[in-house]
């Protein structure tokens, strides 16, 4: 039986929601979350190590994590295929990136709205998320802005050094994504169950098959 299920997906593409509603399943523990608006903000047991860019030594940054008869959820901007390399006989659910001009743009409104206008409840989770978003060091300057009323957008103002305004933060989104990859773009092959962006709203297929492919694990 595998220990994990990572979901892989592109920035702001709902894998944290996703792994939250997969992890309520019977085979899984519940993944701990906040509700930021409408945005997810899980606490998964690698400490979100997946969901920042991606590090060159993160196999040797992999938690010791007391593992239950359970599955752990853990969300990740990682390539499956990347994961596979340590993890290869653990399950792994895809969002595919959008394809059609209308989801693509669906897409980045959704990633604009929820991700970068929302706020955190908590300084911590502030700080959380700029770790996530940069290897920038957090300096006491920093520190005090983040302790203020700031959206991510802000954030990311921050960590580029630029005043925060809303022309800035649009600037870095368009920038953001102009230079995201699409990478995902897979088929369900044996331990591997893909989601179309287009199809998040309708997962009752996707968590039937999964229960499905782990009790046929358990016979």
């Given at each position: 039986?595998?220990?994990?299920?990572?979901?892989?997906?592109?920035?702001?593409?709902?894998?944290?929601?996703?792994?939250?509603?997969?992890?309520?399943?019977?085979?899984?523990?519940?993944?701990?979350?906040?509700?930021?608006?409408?945005?997810?903000?899980?606490?998964?047991?690698?400490?979100?190590?997946?969901?920042?860019?991606?590090?060159?030594?993160?196999?040797?940054?992999?938690?010791?994590?007391?593992?239950?008869?359970?599955?752990?959820?853990?969300?990740?901007?990682?390539?499956?295929?990347?994961?596979?390399?340590?993890?290869?006989?653990?399950?792994?659910?895809?969002?595919?990136?959008?394809?059609?001009?209308?989801?693509?743009?669906?897409?980045?409104?959704?990633?604009?709205?929820?991700?970068?206008?929302?706020?955190?409840?908590?300084?911590?989770?502030?700080?959380?998320?700029?770790?996530?978003?940069?290897?920038?060091?957090?300096?006491?300057?920093?520190?005090?802005?983040?302790?203020?009323?700031?959206?991510?957008?802000?954030?990311?103002?921050?960590?580029?050094?630029?005043?925060?305004?809303?022309?800035n933060v649009k600037m870095l989104f368009k920038n953001k994504i102009?230079n995201l990859k699409n990478k995902f773009n897979y088929k369900d092959?044996?331990?591997?169950?893909?989601i179309e962006y287009k199809n998040l709203s309708r997962i009752k297929?996707?968590?039937?098959?999964?229960?499905?492919?782990?009790?046929?694990?358990?016979?």
């Amino acid at each position: 039986m595998p220990k994990f299920l990572f979901v892989c997906y592109n920035h702001g593409a709902g894998g944290e929601s996703l792994a939250v509603k997969i992890s309520r399943g019977n085979f899984f523990n519940t993944l701990a979350h906040d509700m930021m608006g409408d945005r997810t903000w899980t606490y998964d047991v690698f400490d979100k190590l997946l969901l920042k860019p991606f590090d060159s030594k993160w196999k040797s940054k992999i938690p010791n994590v007391s593992l239950t008869k359970k599955l752990d959820v853990i969300p990740s901007h990682y390539d499956p295929m990347v994961l596979q390399q340590m993890f290869p006989n653990e399950l792994y659910v895809v969002i595919n990136d959008p394809v059609t001009n209308s989801s693509k743009q669906e897409y980045q409104q959704g990633v604009y709205k929820k991700v970068w206008l929302s706020k955190h409840k908590t300084l911590q989770q502030k700080i959380g998320y700029w770790k996530t978003n940069t290897e920038n060091s957090l300096t006491r300057e920093k520190l005090i802005a983040l302790s203020k009323d700031i959206t991510n957008g802000g954030i990311e103002c921050l960590i580029h050094d630029i005043p925060y305004t809303e022309a800035n933060v649009k600037m870095l989104f368009k920038n953001k994504i102009r230079n995201l990859k699409n990478k995902f773009n897979y088929k369900d092959k044996d331990n591997l169950f893909v989601i179309e962006y287009k199809n998040l709203s309708r997962i009752k297929g996707l968590l039937a098959r999964i229960n499905t492919w782990l009790t046929n694990l358990e016979k």
